[in-house]
């Protein structure tokens, strides 16, 4: 197994378009558990921790550029008030320790359908930059999960960042499982209200083949809040609105039984989580007095 | 690939050949440098019995490959003691009876050391979370609370719990 130490970002596209088989690892906490029980022997591995490109977040106008390996740590320390949702994810991975070494460019890599940023990119519109020789692509994180464990990376790809908008509007996630720490998704959801575009986004995770957005759970609720004028002047939602939301990201799942959860019991808990995440996310923007005054 | 590593160990420059890139720093620092503190159960992030420095950032060694590891810093729970005086944690974890079995205990103290880097006085709800990565079958985890509460007073006497850090001892 070769073992490719690249020190720069042109050094490690060139390596990859050498060697597209090789295998990115950055914090290891995917890889090295593969590696570690034999799942998987690769004939090298592509170690991007001395890239300091990959490992910076920059301001780009109205965007954070998110490189790749910077860890949920900083994400928490750094970006807590400009990416709320992808922080409170964050703030769920793990313990401090995979905490200090996991980072969205991982989770995008491994492409797991349990990964917890997974939902708050797809309800934030972030942007997947993918890299290589050939020249830079943006991918749209809806278009960026394919399947259980496979995204739209070409072979001579890496990632390099991901493009999140900033915002002070609301933003939700939450998981279950069954501790508080070090647990992999039962199931999971991210909300975001976009008020400066009347729309809300939602998500899901670990209860389909891959993340995704719920479509018409987005739909409904944004047609709702636009109808009624809740964004200019907003109330407290009706109880069958919040419910009907819950239904249709409920609806939108594909979820299996497996040893983490039925796919029964993934479905119940969605619709709490969607109830549960919008309730919070419509009394910060109560609170936060939106519109009239 | 067989390749030679260095790395700082515990303030010491070490080398160590034949060492499969893929391997982890774990493996690297039980089996090649002689180090068992750092304990191996589960291998994959779960229960921070590994759990180590790495250029001062807590790591569980498992999930780090030895080819990662090449030219950096690592501190281990040996590396905590000064000679024969113990840290304050694990002085602390001694007179608490933090310690049944032992074998998370290595994984333990360093990452309770890193809390009290980060933090002075720790409330309880910090200590757990900052705990969370290291699991205990035998204590029940109350004693190793204790202990962590009892290093954090030696440290910093004159805090209070929630207190933020003042910037000492970094």
Not at chain 1, 156 to 161: F, K, P, Q, V
Request: net charge negative; glycine share 10%; hydrophobic share 40%.
């Amino acid at each position: 197994m070769d073992f490719l130490s690249p020190t720069s970002l042109a050094e490690a596209l060139a390596a990859k378009a050498r060697q597209p088989e090789a295998v990115p690892i950055a914090g290891g906490t995917d890889v090295m558990v593969e590696l570690n029980f034999d799942q998987r022997r690769p004939s090298a591995l592509l170690d991007l921790n001395r890239v300091a490109e990959l490992s910076e977040w920059t301001v780009a106008g109205e965007h954070i550029r998110l490189g790749a390996t910077v860890s949920y740590t900083r994400i928490i320390d750094e970006l807590g008030t400009r990416l709320p949702g992808l922080a409170m994810a964050a703030r769920t991975v793990g313990s401090p320790q995979i905490r200090n070494r996991g980072s969205v460019g991982g989770n995008l890599g491994a492409a797991s359908p349990a990964g917890d940023t997974h939902p708050v990119l797809l309800a934030t519109d972030a942007v997947v930059e993918a890299v290589s020789v050939r020249g830079t692509r943006m991918i749209p994180a809806s278009e960026f999960y394919l399947g259980v464990k496979r995204n739209a990376l070409a072979a001579d790809e890496l990632i390099a960042a991901v493009h999140l908008p900033i915002t002070s509007a609301p933003q939700q996630f939450a998981k279950v499982g069954t501790r508080n720490a070090m647990v992999i998704a039962v199931c999971s959801v991210a909300l975001a209200l976009h008020p400066e575009q009347g729309r809300v986004g939602a998500a899901l995770g670990s209860a389909a083949p891959t993340p995704r957005r719920a479509l018409a759970a987005e739909a409904f609720l944004s047609a709702e809040l636009g109808d009624t004028g809740q964004w200019s002047a907003p109330r407290p939602l009706p109880g069958s609105v919040v419910t009907r939301f819950g239904e249709l990201v409920a609806q939108a799942a594909e979820p299996i039984d497996d040893v983490r959860g039925s796919a029964a019991y993934r479905r119940h808990a969605l619709a709490v989580l969607a109830r549960r995440t919008l309730d919070w996310a419509w009394q910060d923007y109560l609170r936060a007095g939106h519109g009239g005054e | 690939m067989i390749v030679r590593v260095n790395v700082t160990v515990n303030g010491e420059q070490c080398q160590a050949d034949d060492v499969w890139p893929g391997e982890s720093l774990l493996y690297l620092l039980r089996e090649r440098l002689g180090l068992p503190g750092a304990k191996n159960a589960c291998e994959q992030g779960e229960c921070g019995s590994c759990t180590v420095y790495l250029d001062g950032v807590l790591v569980c060694a498992c999930l780090v490959a030895a080819g990662q590891a090449q030219g950096r810093q690592v501190r281990t729970v040996e590396g905590l003691a000064d000679g024969a005086e113990l840290d304050p944690v694990q002085q602390a974890f001694v007179e608490t009876g933090a310690v049944q079995c032992g074998f998370c205990t290595p994984g333990l103290v360093v990452a309770a050391h890193d809390l009290l880097n980060r933090v002075d006085r720790p409330t309880d709800p910090e200590i757990r979370e900052a705990l969370a990565g290291n699991l205990c079958r035998c204590t029940g985890y109350e004693k190793i609370l204790e202990a962590v509460r009892l290093a954090a007073s030696r440290r910093n006497p004159g805090g209070r719990p929630g207190e933020a850090a003042e910037g000492e001892s970094r």
